[in-house]
């Protein structure tokens, strides 16, 4: 057997808000620990998230006043999930998550608020109306030093004109012009604009929020326990020795390295969404990796690693699915996360039918697609709702020749729907029946097809000034514009099958020791479900939490 160049305790894979909630709890209980990042930037898919956390019962919810409880959640949950339900595992994530948060809150950098966000399914049992989502507190970026650099920027898609940094609270009243908007954009663009540092070196800002916010906590957190992140370093395959898993082969700028853990190998690499061999093997309907709105590192390298020395999955037809756009010369699509639910717009089939209520969750909605056989769809809406609204990368109060080249080559525009049916190659007749069908329900309110604007989450994001129905508007002003919609995702979320404690399981159910898989690596605890905002990295930091506790035998 050959020797190992290098041994820790705990080898970590990855640097996203699992990996480095780990690496925090696992330093804490006196471990030595490394994180290896196969990019030369940290952060994963997190970071260029919301970073929204979804955590039932939390003390910051409880402080709020809110009603909640860990059995109420585990109901939410099971109910979601149906026969995909794993008891074990949920109960060891309602019980942890609380317990998760307020131990970074008060021993790290860590800074969340409980925010009345809707779960998405809150007419479930055990639903609920608000507080379970946590929205990351803004950081300055120059506390992080030479490591602002190094942190994975935020997903366009997350903000203001698709590079300034907005917060949670700036965003709905912004998007949906709400009584005040108009100051909140000045403070937007004046936060912005005035910082000297990026307008002499970059656009980009330090003043940060959403993932990247969360990511610079974590990160300075990490620092002050004496571990580094060790960047360019990708994992190539695990070493197994009398059925436990003691350290991985790694590929770095000076060669090959086996490194020996210790007490274990935590996987926390993210997904395979980016794969197109995976995407082709096992995402019927959704094979094109340019559909995600994930960063491109996210591989499966850390699923296939732990494949071969027999860990099981689950549920790898899965993912966190969304209804994404994909704009030429950008390296990941962007979802649309909450502006299909503004009235005013409609999306159809390659045929011209609409065929999903657009203001459901991104997930639902993105399934929906998924369903319909992941073939071009479009987004229809008229100049009332450009002017007032954004859509993807379309700006409201922009006219259309203001946007990126790269955005007016997917963008159609037609003075009528007949016109409009041409430019994006469906049945006139078809398309003119669909919108005129919409039209006339939705002047009154209502959507007898699909049920939009009927659940809790439907009108979250639907603008509060529209009535009887704030999701519900006709398409009636001229001219009228299409953007190509595609059954896309922001991150797999079917992965290696774990136990309670965030262990790697083979086949038989049994433990594979010394292994251990959270975030999207993992098959997550919600099944194919998508309980609120904050569904991925909520269980992720809480099994980060959970594997380095067991793995380094912390009470």
Do not use: C
């Amino acid at each position: 057997m050959e020797a190992f160049d290098e041994e820790v305790d705990v080898l970590i894979v990855g640097s996203g808000a699992a990996a480095l909630t780990a690496a925090i709890i696992a330093a804490d209980n006196r471990a030595k620990v490394a994180l290896i990042e196969k990019g030369d930037q940290f952060g994963g898919t997190s970071a260029t998230s919301g970073g929204v956390i979804w955590i039932p019962a939390s003390h910051l919810a409880k402080a709020a006043g809110a009603d909640d409880s860990p059995e109420e959640a585990a109901s939410y949950i099971t109910a979601l999930a149906g026969d995909d339900a794993e008891p074990e595992r949920i109960r060891a994530f309602v019980e942890n998550a609380p317990r998760m948060l307020a131990y970074m809150q008060e021993r790290t950098e860590v800074r969340y608020a409980s925010i009345p966000y809707t779960d998405y399914h809150a007419e479930l049992p055990g639903g609920k109306m608000g507080w379970r989502s946590h929205d990351p507190q803004p950081i300055d970026g120059r506390r992080l030093g030479a490591d602002l650099a190094r942190l994975r920027p935020t997903h366009p898609a997350g903000m203001l004109f698709g590079r300034i940094s907005w917060t949670a609270a700036e965003a709905a009243p912004m998007i949906t012009r709400m009584p005040g908007w108009q100051k909140m954009l000045t403070r937007a663009l004046w936060r912005h604009y005035s910082d000297v540092g990026q307008r002499l070196r970059s656009t980009r800002s330090r003043f940060l929020t959403s993932g990247n916010a969360l990511l610079a906590r974590l990160k300075l957190s990490l620092d002050g326990r004496q571990a580094e992140i060790r960047y360019r370093h990708a994992l190539i395959s695990l070493i197994e020795r009398n059925g436990r898993v003691q350290g991985a082969v790694v590929q770095t700028p000076a060669g090959t390295l086996r490194i020996a853990a210790r007490q274990a190998v935590i996987l926390a690499a993210g997904g395979f969404e980016r794969d197109a061999d995976m995407r082709r093997r096992y995402l019927t309907g959704s094979a094109n990796p340019e559909w995600s709105g994930s960063q491109n590192g996210n591989t499966g390298d850390a699923i296939r690693a732990a494949q071969a020395v027999g860990g099981a999955t689950r549920r790898m037809d899965s993912a966190w699915w969304a209804p994404t756009i994909k704009v030429p010369g950008e390296d990941r699509a962007r979802p649309l996360f909450f502006e299909r639910s503004l009235p005013g717009s409609l999306i159809v089939d390659a045929k011209g039918r609409r065929f999903l209520n657009e203001a459901a969750s991104y997930h639902k909605a993105g399934e929906a697609m998924r369903d319909a056989g992941g073939g071009q769809a479009w987004v229809i809406l008229d100049a009332r709702f450009k002017w007032r609204y954004p859509m993807g990368p379309l700006m409201p109060m922009i006219p259309s020749w203001m946007h990126p080249k790269a955005v007016r080559r997917i963008l159609r525009k037609a003075s009528s729907i007949r016109k409009l049916a041409v430019q994006i190659g469906v049945s006139p007749d078809v398309l003119e029946k669909s919108v005129a069908r919409f039209n006339h329900h939705a002047s009154r309110g209502e959507d007898p097809d699909f049920s939009r604007g009927q659940q809790p989450y439907d009108r979250y994001y639907g603008d509060p000034k529209v009535s009887p129905n704030p999701n519900l508007l006709p398409l009636e002003k001229a001219p009228f514009y299409a953007l190509p919609v595609n059954a896309g995702d922001i991150g797999t979320n079917g992965g290696l099958a774990t136990d309670g404690n965030g262990r790697v399981v083979d086949d038989m159910g049994s433990p594979i020791e010394g292994l251990y898989a959270v975030g999207n690596s993992a098959a997550s605890v919600t099944g194919r479900s998508y309980p609120g905002a904050g569904s991925t990295i909520g269980p992720a930091m809480t099994f980060g939490y959970i594997a380095a506790r067991h793995a380094t035998g912390a009470n």
